[in-house]
């Protein structure tokens, strides 16, 4: 069965420092993954995914994340916060090998960007 | 294009009580699903449809139940409510594509007393 762990609950930083936000996973086939954000009382919106290629993928509003297999790994990375970054950061993984219907999310982590 | 939306936006329900959760999406979507987003616990997914007619189970299923007689609607349905039902529903919908983000509606907030 597929699952993510997010293992941190809430992530601070200040802003203009670099930010990384964890996310490991675990699936019987190919990994797609995804971040997503959300903002109060609002649903998730799409930041980025991972389906295959380069291990650097770059998405919405700065946002990247690093793909590794041998770690099972697919951290969220910005190279500078900004206080409006501050949100409900959520890892999804899809499991190639199952077909791929389902998308399991990870617990969330709370950004918050200090100014 | 109004995307993915969600009716009603609150609720209170008291034990045993039912009630429905509309979602419809306009952007012809083969996937949709239910999910609960509860504190500490990320999104479940609670039932889940790859196309018209056709439903399935995710995560936490049991006390919902689910159709999906039109392509562009989802309904939810809580038959008879339980206080571990009060969460906030999330409904979503992707294309069938495997690499396809989902599009998600602005929620449902649901209190069961």
């Known amino acids: 069965a597929q699952s993510v762990a997010q293992p941190e609950d809430q992530v601070n930083v200040a802003e203009g420092n670099p930010l990384t936000v964890k996310c490991t996973y675990s699936?019987?086939?190919?990994?797609?993954l995804f971040w997503y954000v959300q903002y109060p009382n609002r649903g998730l919106q799409f930041l980025l995914k991972?389906?295959?290629?380069?291990?650097l993928v770059k998405g919405s509003y700065g946002f990247e994340a690093e793909f590794n297999k041998s770690q099972t790994s697919f951290h969220l990375k910005k190279p500078s916060a900004l206080v409006s970054d501050s949100a409900l950061y959520f890892c999804?993984?899809?499991?190639?090998?199952?077909?791929?219907?389902?998308?399991?999310f990870g617990a969330g982590t709370r950004l918050f960007v200090k100014a | 294009n109004a995307g993915v939306t969600q009716t009603p936006k609150f609720r209170v329900l008291k034990t045993g009580q039912s009630m429905t959760l509309l979602c419809a999406q306009d952007m012809n979507h083969e996937y949709m699903y239910w999910y609960r987003q509860d504190p500490g616990m990320g999104l479940r997914l609670i039932h889940y449809s790859v196309g018209e007619g056709t439903t399935a189970k995710g995560e936490v299923p049991d006390g919902y139940n689910v159709s999906r007689l039109k392509k562009q609607n989802f309904l939810l349905g809580l038959e008879s409510a339980a206080p571990s039902q009060t969460s906030v529903y999330f409904c979503?919908?992707?294309?069938?594509?495997?690499?396809?983000?989902?599009?998600f509606g602005n929620g449902t907030r649901l209190t069961v007393t």
């Open positions: 999804a993984v899809r499991d190639g090998g199952t077909g791929g219907f389902k998308t399991i």
């Open positions: 979503a919908s992707r294309p069938q594509s495997l690499g396809s983000p989902l599009h």
């Open positions: 991972y389906i295959t290629g380069d291990n």
């Open positions: 699936v019987s086939g190919n990994p797609y």
